[in-house]
């Protein structure tokens, strides 16, 4: 009765698969208490990579808030083309659960396919991405890419994760990166890296053991071997350019609170974060500086799949930093559609007032001989603000520079989440965007 390819077809009947949709059965069994949870239709997720993820348990009693929260959360892991959940009476009192999934089609989680990206200042950057999503039917990513910005620069990454290591609620993750610099800056005592290799390693250990209001605490540790062009004293009072070589170890961490109803494109709960990494040189001129960090986004939901996202982050650097560690501000992810390059610091603040509102889906599409395809639309609002300083005493009386803009966010098998934004300070010409991930 529950075997796989048993989930029931949400684009059979023309509805658009949202949390209304999916739960809609479940009303009498609200308050029933759970003998048993099923899943069904799982063809490459094991059974117990969906259930550790549900708040809902078995033994418990049917809640609809923790119901409508699985649902969101089963579909945002980015692994199904459907999720459903309904449930059918064993006893008196007593309900069985059943959570059917689609997984979504190999073609798109385990094979490589051409990324594309442009900036308004950087412009057009191109690669490709071999991720396999869900590796082993686990839950576990496993990702390589390449990507390279016309004749300026070009890099490749690699990386590793595993949310239950060992079966346990340990997150482990390793990654490493190569990046190399071809263009020299036109300022001929401009700093700059000109090459970079970094491997690192980092783990994550719940301090909670709620799934709804997660509290983690993430240490790393990484080696980053550098080559850059700095400028210098040559000892004799005179500043000069040289290219040198250096080694650093860096270790840090994060604390993270996370309550969010999704990972890809969330419309309800929280998530906060405070971290700190400090790099130290243990080969080459002997530097050592520190990145701190605070960060808070907040989804506040208006209704059915709609929600007003309130952002605000910090970053902050200290120590014997290159100039090419000075923050920027505008670009991608903080005060979109605003340029200054001249502008730099070592203090960062920047807000956000978003409003994320869906107007598609998630559609499913049976494709022949590849499987079911899904795809939702969310239509985005927003006003930036931010201000970069050399200090933090220096907040009050600095700055801030604002922008308005809207987009549209694609969410997708293939690169979960891409963003097109148009956005502007109204002092130029509107700046576009193209990008795959978001911080909001």
Request: neutral net charge; proline residues 4%; glycine residues 12%.
């Amino acid at each position: 009765m529950f075997g796989a390819g048993s989930a029931r077809s949400l684009a059979a009947d023309g509805s658009d698969g949202g949390i209304e949709e999916t739960c809609r059965n479940l009303g009498p069994y609200y308050g029933c208490s759970i003998d048993t949870i099923v899943v069904a239709g799982n063809t490459r997720t094991k059974p117990a990579a969906i259930l550790r993820e549900m708040a809902t348990k078995r033994g418990s009693c049917l809640d609809e808030k923790l119901i409508r929260r699985d649902a969101a959360f089963l579909r945002g892991l980015g692994y199904f083309a459907e999720v459903s959940l309904d449930a059918e009476q064993s006893a008196p009192g007593v309900c069985r659960l059943i959570v059917s999934v689609v997984d979504r089609p190999g073609l798109f989680m385990r094979f490589p396919y051409p990324v594309v990206n442009y900036d308004f200042e950087k412009g057009l950057s191109y690669g490709f991405t071999w991720k396999v999503k869900n590796f082993r039917g686990n839950a576990e990513n496993l990702s390589l890419s390449a990507i390279r910005r016309q004749e300026k620069e070009q890099g490749a990454g690699f990386s590793w994760s595993n949310p239950w290591f060992a079966g346990r609620r340990v997150r482990l993750g390793v990654d490493a990166g190569a990046y190399r610099r071809m263009e020299e800056p036109g300022d001929a005592n401009e700093e700059y890296v000109r090459e970079r290799v970094s491997a690192g390693v980092g783990v994550g250990v719940p301090l909670s053991r709620n799934l709804v209001r997660q509290i983690w605490f993430k240490p790393s540790v990484a080696f980053e071997a550098r080559g850059s062009r700095r400028v210098l004293s040559d000892g004799d009072g005179g500043i000069g350019t040289a290219y040198i070589r250096q080694n650093f170890l860096s270790a840090g961490g994060e604390i993270e609170y996370d309550s969010r109803s999704d990972r890809i494109s969330p419309f309800d709960g929280a998530v906060a974060r405070l971290r700190i990494r400090r790099l130290s040189s243990v080969h080459g001129l002997e530097e050592s500086y520190i990145f701190y960090g605070a960060s808070g986004y907040f989804y506040i939901p208006v209704g059915d799949e709609r929600s007003f996202i309130v952002a605000v982050r910090s970053d902050v650097r200290e120590g014997d930093l290159p100039t090419y560690y000075d923050m920027r501000l505008g670009g991608v992810s903080d005060v979109r559609g605003y340029s200054n390059d001249g502008e730099r610091g070592r203090v960062k603040l920047v807000g956000t007032l978003q409003y994320r509102a869906r107007f598609l889906g998630p559609r499913v599409f049976r494709l022949p001989k590849i499987g079911e395809f899904d795809i939702a639309m969310n239509w985005t609002g927003f006003v930036d603000t931010g201000t970069l300083t050399d200090s933090m005493l220096d907040i009050d009386t600095s700055v801030f520079h604002s922008t308005v803009g809207f987009g549209i966010e694609i969410i997708s098998p293939l690169r979960d989440i891409m963003r097109l934004e148009l956005a502007s300070d109204g002092t130029g010409q509107p700046a576009f965007y193209l990008t795959a991930g978001t911080d909001f």
